[in-house]
């Protein structure tokens, strides 16, 4: 039976983790990507579907191209970040489900219903761009997620070769650094947005 975390980790995946607008000069390694990967992989999604696909930004030139489809204020964050990673969805993501879900025919449900696929795919690679923020953060890294791009653009961009891959969000990832953030803004008691049925 899974014990509850320490406060130490609580705190760090979420009462003081923050979303930052700018980082410390320190290189994020692509060992330190896969290791992202490798724990959000495990997030659950519909039927196992995966239909998150993530394009990491790293060098120079796919900062630059991205950041050109950015708001001026985002593209500058984009520019200075050591990565910035497009979390896009695959709406054919249903042909991979044979091997991800082998349990049943999960490829039916899907194939010929473009709304089910797309409503499934933005859903699940929603789902699947807030595991990635908290495998960053338990893996002491910082992130920066935002909208604010030209989707059409980045998809052209990046997936010209995918068209059924379309970006959903962005973040920058990195070391953050602390003269970047603001005071936080209210978080309101369970009362407020919740109630028991």
């Not at 609580?10 to 979303?19: C, G, N, S, V």
């Not at 349990?103 to 933005?122: K, Q």
């Not at 595991?131 to 052209?156: H, Q």
């Amino acid at each position: 039976m899974s014990e509850p975390l320490s406060d130490s980790a609580l705190d760090q995946l979420f009462r003081t983790a923050r979303t930052y607008n700018g980082y410390l000069d320190r290189p994020v390694s692509q060992e330190q990507l896969h290791a992202i990967w490798d724990l959000v992989k495990f997030g659950p999604t519909s039927a196992n579907s995966l239909p998150a696909r993530i394009v990491w930004c790293v060098s120079d030139e796919a900062k630059a191209r991205l950041a050109a489809h950015a708001l001026p204020a985002n593209a500058e964050k984009i520019l200075k970040a050591p990565v910035t990673a497009i979390v896009a969805m695959d709406e054919e993501f249903y042909e991979h489900l044979p091997e991800l879900f082998p349990h049943a025919d999960a490829r039916s449900w899907f194939a010929g219903n473009e709304a089910l696929a797309h409503t499934t795919a933005f859903r699940n690679s929603s789902l699947q761009g807030a595991y990635f923020i908290l495998a960053a953060r338990a893996l002491g890294l910082d992130t920066g997620p935002m909208s604010g791009f030209n989707n059409e653009a980045v998809d052209r961009e990046f997936f010209a070769d995918q068209p059924k891959v379309k970006s959903n969000f962005i973040s920058t990832l990195g070391y953050g650094d602390p003269a970047s953030i603001f005071g936080r803004s209210p978080r309101p008691d369970f009362g407020r947005f919740n109630r028991i049925a």
